[in-house]
């Protein structure tokens, strides 16, 4: 079973930039997409970016495009989300995991904090 671990969250300020990390720590990284996802306080959970496994022609939420960029090191089975120009409405825990989510494979999050 793949166990999924965020971390690279921060608080920081708006126009700032944080890269998050996700690391498989056993299992077998996923051959397919991996994504991540964010909830903020009082909403559900949303998608942001998914990656394919050649790491070509992500896809992105709108309220990111042009902002995030995802990427995927398959040899070091890490998904990686660089996030610039951040903004309060950003504030959220991020997840990832594959695309189509599974509902075994969420894990702790991290918190991400943008400050006005």
């Known amino acids: 079973q793949v166990q999924l671990v965020e971390s690279g969250g921060g608080l920081v300020q708006a126009g700032g930039s944080l890269r998050l990390s996700c690391a498989a720590s056993?299992?077998?990284?996923?051959?397919?997409?991996m994504a991540w996802f964010r909830q903020a306080p009082g909403k559900e959970r949303e998608f942001v970016a998914r990656v394919p496994w050649s790491g070509y022609s992500p896809v992105y939420a709108d309220s990111v495009q042009g902002r995030f960029t995802i990427s995927r090191d398959n040899a070091k089975r890490t998904v990686y989300l660089q996030m610039n120009s951040l903004k309060p409405d950003d504030t959220a825990v991020y997840y990832c995991n594959e695309y189509p989510p599974s509902p075994t494979k969420w894990g702790q999050g991290t918190q991400v904090t943008v400050s006005s």
């Open positions: 056993r299992g077998t990284f996923s051959l397919g997409n």
